[in-house]
Nanobody, 120 residues
Framework: QVQLVESGGGLVQPGGSLRLSCAAS????????MGWYRQAPGKERELVAR???????NYADSVKGRFTISRDNAKNTVYLQMNSLKPEDTAVYYC??????????????WGQGTQVTVSS
């Protein structure tokens, strides 16, 4: 099995910064892609940013220029640096990984979510 564990959520003031981390562990052979999604109250879950091995990162228009996604492949960890935070960024943020397991399977895994609150 594979587990994704997020950390770094919290409460910040508008204009502030926060850095989220997500560490993948378990029977991992390789990770094709990792990303961050978020879900605000009463809204659908939406893509925030994702990065594919061998490719460039992609961002939602609402966060482009403010958020940066990065990976540490040696640690199977993905980060989301969030700057210039707005109240509209308030949501539960979920880590996502597309993983090739040591058994040869390709599966998608989700973290438990971490709350990000930007006060107004």
């Amino acid at each position: 099995q594979v587990q994704l564990v997020e950390s770094g959520g919290g409460l910040v003031q508008p204009g502030g910064s926060l850095r989220l981390s997500c560490a993948a562990s378990g029977s991992i052979f390789s990770i094709n892609a990792m990303g961050w999604y978020r879900q605000a109250p009463g809204k659908e879950r939406e893509l925030v940013a994702r990065i594919i091995s061998g490719g460039s990162p992609n961002y939602a228009d609402s966060v482009k220029g403010r958020f940066t996604i990065s990976r540490d492949n040696a640690k199977n960890t993905v980060y989301l640096q969030m700057n210039s935070l707005k109240p509209e960024d308030t949501a539960v943020y979920y880590c996502n990984g597309n993983v090739v397991t040591r058994a040869g399977g390709l599966r998608t895994y989700w973290g438990q979510g971490t709350q990000v609150t930007v006060s107004s």
